[in-house]
């Protein structure tokens, strides 16, 4: 007879790594109804799970490494489960045995050799701030600048991180900067399921701040935000952690910071999934925005917790994803509509996704992908 | 006589001894000292453990027992029972020891259980001794019950009451009895048609002469103990007396104000006096009033705005004019001249502008022949009173003195009556035929008028007193220029007074003043003056204006048509010097200004700019730079007070001068301001003249508000009101519009001043038209009741307030409120009810939001809000069978093709009957989709979904997504509790549920009783659930009322406080203290004195006595140490 | 809005002087009673007295520094249920506060009272009283008042008027100035209330004015008690840290229930520790003595004196009777005025500041102690 | 169970604590079990002189359980409560007793898991502080 049969000792192993939620959903499939996916293609996360209630194989399949850890379905669970843990634990156990699909198996060996995802030398770490004279991190210095490595390694990105610095500077915010020895943050590789990686990456980045005596951390990705506030307090890790744009926000409120050059331009602003549905920060950067003088903020219709993913999230910056599939494809174009001239993002993920659906639609003319310390730089009287 | 214990301990079966060894515990209290028996049993609460403990205490000779097994809360009173039959007093020798929920269930290790029960065990041995006899006190039962909601629970609990023959009040919120389940058409699963079984029940619980109704009330507060409860009801204002309504609804037809119905879901509307649905118990009407809308409160003479704009609404303009004259005798005037303050009052400003109020109220003026109204009777009095003026305010004063009845003579200086609005207001304004026609209207009552007598001169207050008159008016208005004070001013010829111009002009005695006219000043006087020199043939008219055109005085549209009319306006200038040759005025010298601080009328001062000055050619110069009463009449043995601006000093509120029986009002008291002021006071002094005329005390007298006092709520502005365009009247062309005096605005045409008055917001609800008073035959409508207090006194409490649906608005991906076409389900059950917007017509809306065409295919989505963590984590129980209900009559109704889908995740058909009808509604073709709906939207992927709805869900069956396009998508929204749910626990002693609902004392065992004795619960408000388990609810919530109703009498609690007056100093503290006032201080005595009857043994008495006179029998200090010793010894 | 008045002292007898102003208070009929310390028959001891007829004043000796028990006590067996008749009554300001908590308790009146006060310069130990009346006699008063205003410190004051920060009370209807003032040669007496200046203008006293140096005197006896106040307490905070301490404390305590007798706010009838809650079985005995090996008798010593603090710390005054009467001289005052010194600040509450404040336990707010319960 | 447990007296109100202890039972919510009930009628009826008897006769810890203020079932007895409780904390402080030895918690009918939750964090609590020195000491 051709059937299945049960083999819990799997469905024991995953839960044991942090999928123990799997016992308790009711396979009511809103995730997969609300999973951005299936705007392009099935998936569904619930078959994943059922396959996951039984051990039966089949979990392992490439759908697995779909999953770009949007949120979107966490929020929305009827029973509150951890969907994303969930999956989650099933990409430790197929690293436990080495089956990692190969797009994944570069990011995953650079992490753990050189301490970043991009395999670029640890020595340049801080190359990107050239001639900006950071101060080196210290008794006195109030926040921690860290630097993520996609800032520090890709091009694009770094020009977002040197605009950040000058405009921090500007608002008078007092920060400083590890050396080399700083590494990635790991939330992409532990959501990739690199465990062990990621406790690496932990301990050298948590010994470096314990030494450093660093309380308070000001980060440009959300990525490192979440992993800061919350992986990492998993671990005993107690920071005060705050995203460039909420810094920004209270400086303008404070009269530190007054851009005052009119810019003259219609934006849109895309939601980071990291920044708004994980950790529900929407309004600051908002306000950013408006006190630019002369920016047109519009909305696209799917924003704050109902925006949409840039795809770049969980390792599917390195996912190999046809182009008629990508997220980033989706978003551009609903920015498109709104009429905007400027996408303004907070992500360098999302910077990243951006500027490659804006090439693969060929509307770099009507859309310019813009981070939003870049927009204040422009708005900003620099001495 | 030595104490002499039995002690049993219970297995429970596996429950204790599954994890304490009973056995252990057994053998170490069997070595305490007094225990005589110690054993242990498989059940003690089965009989025979009780028959164990009852031979035990007969032939062991016990004096006490005590029982550790499950929580108290359960057994007691079994066990109780048990040692009385045995003859001992229950609460003297019996105590229970919890060892079950406290202990075996509640503790993972065997040891750690077991040390536990004994230390528990040991407590109870230590405590029993010290307990003393006490008997249950008996009180007697009021056999009247309160039923609290009159839905399906509530009548069917007080049907149950009245037929075992006690009276029963049923209270309900609404107008109408029938709850729910009257909205719904059909009900599952049988299919009846829910009028037809819920008519009878409402019938019968209205004729039931065991039933008392009270509807549209509310239960306000609620004291005493059961048996003897007393309820405060408040019995709210329903403007219908409803013993003489019979329930025609002819005053329906004729209200103007339309509302959305609560009982259609806002689907359907309703007038402002509405009955929920035509099959309502009582049958009568009730009318829904808020606060006076905001214009009726602007009005100084307290019109009733919304009212006259409704019948003007409805073109029944006779109506409108005489609701106006009830506060102003003149409208057609007021139509012309008022400066509306109403109108920066209206809410409509909040959509667009505010309603044309001013022009509304001349539209109907303009259509009403005042000869034509009927005369009112007039009951004849003889005292006389002499009006002196014929401004506006004799004129109001005049109207309202001769309807109360008195013979009024009218004087006036002038030859025409009317006073300002003769001789200052241009008639390209108000034409003087309007001014005739109202006039004569007042003179027709029998008002006798003498023109061209001059107070001071051809007569004098004195005189007036000899020929009789009985009171006087004054209302001698404010007539005198005031002087610019500038050289030039007085000697030259070509100066004169606006005041005195616009007089001779509108008397026909005047002409041109001139070639090139200056008109000085910023008030209406002002652009009336240069607007009438205009038109007597000046060729040009400056106005000069010391301050800008913000601060103008003038009203708006006024300046607007003088500047049309080529009037020059210098602003920022101010009058300097007349330049005359040979006795002429040849030039006008002025400054500019600038506007500096501001003065004490908080308007910034002017300035004269240095060596601004310059000179305007002309050969006219008019002054309008205020007015003020000419009171050279008044003689000194007249001993008239005057104020400092030679105004008269009166009483503010009975507008008495210092003379006695001598009244005034208008610009005579106020100096210059609007007519509608000067109407109003004159409206106010004829009452004060009424009250002094027929010698009631002024002194005390109060002027009756013409608005009761407010509650500060009126109607929503419902959402999505389309914005529209403010009336605006036409005006006569410009040329030649300046050569003649012929009325400027021809006013609002008819079918624009209908639809303008359609704009009105209705703020205040009921608009108090009077329309229905005229329409009802029976006289049944009394605008003036007001709410009234019921106090009611019963024995037992069912609470039977229902439930609510979630609103699913928050939930943004079902597009409920974005989309036109998404429904909930209570939404959906008006659509099939006959009484419903679409008469039990299955329909889908357009854009425009009319129902129209029927459905192709339709979505049911469950789950909305249940089973979510994130809104309501129960299951709501009944969405299921409704959503099947829904499936069949959409089959039924709209046809056998029509697709309907349930997208769901569980089939919850559990009852009688259930499973069938869920067989049946398949075998229809209903397609059942396994999987919980996650999106609505409207964003078509193909043709065929174009202008559909499409609901997108992964059916977990096939293991795919499906998109299925769809014209309806109805919301199986959760039950959730009643938003005030906590007040109204809270009210009746109850605590609710994590659930939100109200809490019953015990799940399984007592389902509708709760903690608070004699107060029951029944129904929906207990937690979701059908009709059938609703009704069974009901029916054992009456069971238990009548139990005790029948009983006629009620086991209280005995273990209240006493206070041992040895020992008590007379602090009075714990009188303080008592939440219940059960505390009386027997002041001979000097002690305090508990009333048993009304304690309720909370002890917050006994723990503050620090002597420990007061105690709290069967908690006594000696008993609660003694336990406390036996648990640590 | 104190209007004092003047009485005339002629060489230096003060008490011949208060003689007239009390029977001045009779005779014009202010109040029909007297209640203030007179002589005893043997010349030494003083107590107070109820005096109607103004020939029996001849003893009278208010302002001897010495009361054998809380005058408010006595007087509150006169006034529990409300006298016919009005009573001029002269009280320190400890009993006048003492008094007050008792008006609150409804075990006095406050109406039918004048109460006459005066600057307190604090009372002597029975001993040292006795020694200054054999040197100084009829004088005794005045005696005692030069060496305060010199500053003597010999004087073996009480232990409680040491560290006492109320020496006056602006609530009393009639207050004697002695801080800064010079009683010998005239004594000024102050209107605090209606009812005191309408008792001073129906003697017809001659006008006076407050003592010029007497509030800069006042505050300095206040702010030097204070600060003996403050080390005091901090003292006994270290003293009794610790249950082993505070029994180490009233090691030597025989349960006589003495401090409670004499304690004017302690108002039980019958004391709860003398009601059979505590007359334990004997069996109860026998099973301590099982559990911990032995125990000490008389028992619920350490539990009686906690008892009493969450009974009346609120309540405390800080008189000194307890101290006094116990026959074991233990620091009883020191113990419940460190008690007093944590319970009267955490409900913002001063005993004998005014009759309209409510007693603490017989009020709540809606939201209070929100820390307490975790909110 | 070891002597050095600590014990914890907890005087419970009928209506809603007591209730909510039934409730962690039924519901099988396991919890330590350090703590023994005492059933009162409301959290106003517990004399603080219990509270000094309990510790004297070797309580580790008291807690006292009540409604949530303004569910009383006797409309304001735990308001009364918790100022009792607030003086007798004071004076007890000055003799060493800690902070969390002694607790005052509303927790209502339908609230098994917060009694369960109450009961753990207190046990860890009052472990943590060991023995009480009366129950060591012998103080009378």
């Known amino acids: 007879m051709d059937a299945v049969t049960p083999f819990l000792e799997v469905t024991e192993a995953i839960k044991e790594l942090g999928g123990e939620d799997l016992e308790r959903c009711m396979q009511c499939a809103t995730c997969t109804g609300v999973c951005p996916w299936n705007l392009v293609r099935y998936f569904s996360p619930r078959g994943i799970i059922r396959l996951a209630q039984f051990g039966l194989e089949g979990f392992e399949s490439e759908d697995l490494w779909r999953c770009v850890t949007c949120n979107n379905c966490v929020i929305h669970c009827p029973r509150g489960l951890r969907i994303i843990d969930i999956l989650r634990a099933m990409r430790m156990m197929m690293n436990e045995t080495g089956s990692v699909p190969p797009s994944l198996k570069g990011p995953l060996g650079s992490a753990s050799n050189r301490g970043n995802p991009w395999s670029g030398d640890p020595e340049d770490r801080t190359a990107w701030a050239e001639g900006l004279e950071i101060p080196p991190f210290e008794e006195g210095v109030a926040h921690l600048f860290f630097t993520c490595c996609t800032q520090a390694y890709d091009a694009r990105n770094q020009k977002a991180a040197r605009a950040l610095v000058r405009v921090l500077r500007a608002a008078g915010v007092s920060f400083g900067m590890l050396t080399e020895r700083e590494q990635c943050c790991g939330d992409a590789v532990r959501k990739m399921g690199g465990e062990e990686v990621f406790g690496k990456l932990l301990e050298n980045n948590m010994g470096l701040f314990e030494e450093k005596g660093v309380r308070s951390i000001l980060t440009a990705s959300p990525h490192c935000y979440n992993a800061f506030t919350k992986d990492y307090a998993e671990f005993g890790g107690d920071y005060r952690v705050r995203h460039y744009t909420e810094v920004l926000d209270e400086a303008i409120d404070r009269g530190r910071l007054t851009p005052s050059i009119e810019l003259g331009k219609t934006v849109t602003y895309h939601d980071p999934c990291y920044l708004g549905r994980h950790n529900q920060i929407y309004e600051p950067p908002r306000r950013v925005l408006r006190a630019v003088p002369g920016l047109d903020l519009v909305e696209m219709e799917r924003n704050r917790e109902d925006s949409l993913c840039c795809g770049g999230g969980g390792g599917g910056l390195w996912n190999e994803v046809p182009a008629d599939e990508r997220f980033a494809v989706l978003r551009v174009r609903e920015a498109l509509e709104t009429g905007a001239e400027i996408l303004a993002a907070a992500c360098p993920y999302c910077i990243i996704m951006f500027e490659d659906a804006v090439k693969t639609l060929g509307k770099e003319e009507e859309l310019r992908v813009v981070d939003i310390a870049e927009l204040v730089l422009d708005s900003l009287e620099e001495a | 006589m030595e104490d002499r214990i039995g002690f049993y301990v219970c297995h429970c079966g596996s429950n204790i001894a599954g994890k304490v060894r009973v056995e252990e515990v057994r053998d170490y209290i069997a070595g305490e000292p007094g225990v005589a028996v110690a054993r242990d049993n498989l059940f003690m609460c089965s009989d025979p453990g009780q028959e164990m403990i009852e031979t035990d205490i007969r032939e062991q000779g016990l004096n006490r027992v005590v029982v550790a097994s499950c929580s108290p809360r359960m057994h007691e009173r079994t066990f109780r029972a048990a040692c009385q039959r045995a003859g001992l007093n229950p609460y003297e020798a019996f105590h229970m020891v919890c060892i079950r929920e406290h202990c075996s269930w509640v503790t993972e290790d065997e040891n750690e259980a077991t040390k536990k029960a004994i230390d528990l065990c ?135 104000v339309t509302r959305p119905n609560e009982w259609d879901e806002g689907l359907k509307e ?44 409805q073109g029944r303009y006779e109506d409108a004019v005489r609701l106006i004259m009830e506060r102003l005798p003149l409208p057609g005037v007021l139509g012309r001249v008022c400066p509306h303050p109403c109108e920066a009052q209206c809410r409509r400003a909040e959509v667009d502008q505010p309603v044309s109020i001013c022009r ?15 005369k009112p009777e007039i009951e004849e009095r003889d005292e006389r009173v002499a009006v002196v003026g014929s401004g506006p305010a004799g004129l109001s004063a005049a109207y309202y003195l001769r309807l109360k009845g008195y013979r009024v003579t009218l004087f006036e200086a002038l030859p025409l009556l009317g006073g300002m609005l003769r001789a200052g207001i241009p008639d390209y304004r108000l034409p003087p035929e309007v001014l005739d026609r109202e006039i004569d209207y007042i003179l027709g009552l029998g008002v006798e008028a003498r023109t061209e007598t001059r107070l001071g001169l051809d007569f004098t207050l004195s005189d007036l007193k000899d020929q009789g008159f009985d009171a006087i008016f004054l209302g001698t208005g404010a007539h005198l220029g005031m002087k610019l004070r500038i050289p030039g001013e007085d000697e030259l010829d070509g100066v004169v007074d606006a005041v005195d111009f616009l007089r001779e002009v509108n008397l026909g005695r005047g002409g041109a003043p001139g070639r090139r006219a200056v008109v000085i000043g910023g008030g209406n006087v002002a652009v009336d003056a240069a607007r009438t020199a205009l038109r007597m043939g000046c060729e040009e008219v400056r106005i000069v204006y010391r301050r800008t055109r913000e601060e103008m005085p003038a009203y708006e549209e006024e300046i607007e048509e003088a500047l049309a009319e080529g009037i020059e306006i210098h602003y920022l200038t101010a009058p300097v010097r007349i330049q005359g040759k040979d006795g002429r005025v040849t030039g006008f010298d002025c400054i500019r200004t600038e506007l500096g601080e501001p003065d004490a009328s908080g308007r910034r001062r002017p300035v004269p700019v240095e060596g601004s000055e310059f000179t305007i050619s002309c050969d006219a110069v008019i002054p309008a730079v205020g007015q003020r009463p000419d009171v050279s009449w008044v003689r000194e043995e007249d001993a008239l007070p005057l104020t400092r601006w030679s105004t008269f000093e009166v009483h503010p509120d009975t507008l008495q001068t210092g003379l006695d029986g001598v009244f005034a009002a208008g610009d005579a008291v106020t100096g210059p301001a609007t007519v509608v002021e000067a109407v109003a006071a004159g409206r106010r002094a004829a009452d004060a ?187 709501s129980r009944v969405c299921c069978m409704y959503a099947l209900k829904y499936a069949h009559l959409i089959k039924d109704r709209v046809g056998e093709q029509t697709a309907v889908y349930n997208f769901y995740i569980d089939m919850r058909c ?193 723990a503050h006595c620090p002597s420990g006179a007061a105690k709290v029998s069967h908690f006594t200090d000696r008993q609660v140490f003694a336990e406390i010793e036996g648990l640590m010894a | ?355 309209d404040e409510p007693l603490p336990l017989s009020v709540f707010e809606d939201r209070e102690f929100l820390d307490l319960t975790a909110e | ?103 005052l918690r509303w927790i209502g009918a339908s609230e098994g898991n917060v009694f369960a939750e109450t009961i753990r964090e207190m046990t860890e609590k009052v472990k943590a502080l060991g023995p009480t020195e009366l129950k060591k000491e012998l103080v009378a």
């Not at chain 2, 609510?804 to 079902?814: A, S, V």
């Not at chain 2, 977990?956 to 769809?966: D, S, Y």
């Not at chain 3, 003597?152 to 609530?171: F, N």
């Not at chain 3, 010079?182 to 009812?195: I, R, Y």
Request: with cysteine; aromatic share 6%.
């Open chain 2, 360 to 374: 509304l109220k001349r539209a109907a003026a303009d259509r009403v022949d005042l000869q034509s109204l009927p």
């Open chain 3, 1 to 355: 809005m104190t209007n004092c008045a003047k009485l005339p002292v002629e060489s230096g007898d003060v008490n011949d002087a208060l003689r007239g102003f009390f029977s001045g208070l009779l005779e014009q009929g202010v109040v029909q009673a007297v209640f203030l310390p007179m002589r005893q028959p043997d010349g030494i001891m003083v107590m107070h007295t109820l005096v109607r007829d103004p020939e029996h004043l001849e003893g009278l000796d208010p302002l001897a520094p010495v009361t054998p028990t809380s005058a408010a006590r006595l007087l509150s067996s006169l006034t529990f249920r409300k006298p016919g008749y009005r009573i001029a009554a002269f009280l320190r300001p400890c009993d006048y506060r003492a008094y007050v908590e008792l008006v609150k308790l409804k075990q006095a009146d406050r109406e039918q009272i004048l109460v006459v006060t005066t600057d307190c310069e604090g009372r002597l130990e029975p001993k040292a009283f006795l020694e200054l009346v054999s040197e100084a006699g009829d004088r005794t008063a005045m005696a005692f008042h030069e060496r305060c205003a010199r500053g003597d410190d010999t004087l073996q004051l009480l232990q409680a008027c040491r560290v006492c920060e109320h020496p006056a009370h602006e609530g009393a209807d009639i207050g004697l100035r002695l801080f800064g003032a010079d009683p010998e040669n005239e004594l000024v007496l102050c209107g605090q209330t209606d009812a005191g200046a309408e008792a001073l203008e129906a003697l017809g006293l001659e006008e006076a004015g407050e003592p010029e140096g007497r509030s800069k005197a006042l505050q300095a006896v206040i702010a030097d008690r204070t600060a003996k106040r403050d080390a005091m307490i901090e003292e006994y905070r270290d003293k009794s840290s610790s249950f082993a301490a505070l029994r180490d404390v009233l090691k030597t305590c025989i349960n006589c229930y003495n401090c409670r007798a004499a304690c004017p706010v302690c108002y039980c009838r019958e004391c709860v520790f003398l009601t059979d809650t505590f007359r334990h079985d004997p069996e109860q005995y026998f099973r301590w003595a099982g559990k911990r090996g032995q125990v000490k008798l008389p028992t619920d010593t350490a539990f009686f004196h906690i008892t009493r603090m969450l009974h009346i710390s609120t309540l405390c005054v800080g008189c000194g009777q307890c101290s006094t009467a116990c026959p074991m001289d233990l620091p009883v005052m020191e113990l419940f005025r460190t008690a007093a010194s944590r319970a009267q600040p955490c409900f913002e509450y001063e005993p004998g500041r005014s009759p």
């Open chain 2, 910 to 1102: 559990f009852g009688k009957g259930y499973e069938e009808f869920m067989n049946r509604v398949q075998g229809e073709g209903v397609k059942l989709v396994r999987g919980k709906a996650a999106l609505v939207t409207d964003k078509a992927e193909d043709p065929e979904e174009e202008g559909r709805l499409i609901v997108i869900a992964e059916d977990t069956i096939l293991g795919k997504m499906m998109r299925v396009p769809v014209d309806m998508v109805l919301l199986c929204t959760a039950m959730e509790p009643r938003e005030d749910a906590l007040d109204v626990a809270r009210m009746f002693g109850l605590s609710l549920g994590r659930d939100g609902f109200f809490l019953e004392e015990h799940p399984k065992l007592e389902p509708v009783s709760t903690a608070s004795a004699g107060v029951f619960v029944a129904g929906a408000c207990q937690g979701p659930k059908d009709i059938p388990d609703t009704v069974a609810q009901a029916k054992g919530a009456a069971g238990e009322a009548i139990s005790l109703s029948a009983f006629g009498k009620v086991e209280v609690s005995p273990m209240t406080s006493f206070i041992d007056p040895d020992l008590c100093s007379g602090c009075q503290t714990c009188r303080e203290l008592c939440a219940y006032s059960a505390i009386e201080f027997d002041a001979r005595r000097g002690v305090s004195v508990v009333n048993e009857a009304k304690c309720k043994g909370c002890g917050s008495c006994a």
């Open chain 2, 270 to 313: 309703r007038k402002a006096v509405y009955r929920s649905f035509p099959q309502a118990v009582p049958i009568t009407f009730a009318i829904e009033k808020k606060d006076r809308a905001p214009c009726v409160l602007a009005c100084p003479a307290g019109i009733n705005v919304q009212g006259y704009v409704q019948l003007i609404g």
């Open chain 2, 689 to 875: 003249l009424h009250a002094y005329l027929q010698g009631g005390d002024l002194s005390s007298w109060e002027l009756t508000p013409a608005v009761p006092e407010q509650t500060g709520e009126w109607a929503e502005i419902p959402e999505g009101t389309a914005p529209e365009a403010r009336a605006e009247d036409e005006l006569l062309p410009v040329e030649g519009r300046a050569a003649s005096f012929g009325e400027v605005s021809l006013g609002l045409v008819e079918a624009e001043a209908r639809r303008e008055a359609l704009r009105c917001l209705n703020c205040g609800v009921c608009s108090e038209c009077m329309a229905c008073v005229e329409a009802c035959k029976v006289g049944a409508i009394d605008h003036s009741a007001r709410d009234e207090i019921v106090d009611l006194d019963v024995g037992s409490i069912i609470l039977a307030t229902g439930f609510n649906l979630i609103d699913p608005t928050p939930m943004t991906r079902f597009g409920y409120g974005k989309y036109p076409n998404v429904f909930t389900s209570l939404e959906f059950e008006r659509l099939t009810n006959a009484t419903g917007p679409t008469s039990g017509e299955i329909l889908v809306r357009d854009a425009e939001g009319r129902f129209d065409r029927p459905p192709e295919s339709v979505a049911i989505l469950h789950c909305i809000g249940s089973r979510d963590v994130n809104y309501h984590e129960y299951c």
């Open chain 2, 122 to 256: 040991r407590a109870g041995i230590h405590r029993v001794p010290l307990q003393y006899p006490l008997d249950a006190k008996v009180v007697p039962v009021n056999p009247n019950v309160l039923v609290v909601g009159g839905g399906i629970a509530g009548m069917q609990a007080a049907l149950d009451v009245a037929s075992a023959g006690f009276k029963a009040t049923v209270v309900e919120r609404q107008p109408t009895i029938g709850g729910h389940m009257l909205q719904y058409d059909k009900t599952f699963p049988t299919l009846d048609c829910a009028s037809c079984i819920g008519t009878p029940k409402m019938v019968s619980v209205g004729q039931n002469p065991n039933i008392e109704l009270l509807t549209y009330s509310e239960v306000e507060a609620v004291d005493g103990y059961v048996g003897n409860f007393r309820v405060r009801v408040r019995k709210k204002a329903r403007y219908v007396n409803t013993d003489s309504c019979t329930g025609c609804g002819e005053c329906a037809e004729v209200c103007p």
């Open chain 4, 1 to 103: 169970m070891s002597e050095q447990e600590p014990i914890i007296v907890a005087f419970v109100c009928n209506w809603c604590t007591f209730t909510a202890a039934d409730l962690a039972g039924t519901s099988r919510q396991k919890y330590p079990p350090n703590v023994r009930l005492i059933r009162m009628m409301c959290s106003g009826m517990v004399d603080p002189k219990y509270v000094l008897k309990a510790f004297f006769e070797g309580a580790d810890g008291v807690l006292i359980g009540g409604c949530h203020p303004g569910d009383c079932h006797y409309i304001n007895g735990n308001y009364k409560a918790r100022r009792r409780v607030a003086l007798t904390k004071e004076v007890l402080a000055q003799y060493g007793l800690e902070e969390d030895r002694l607790w």
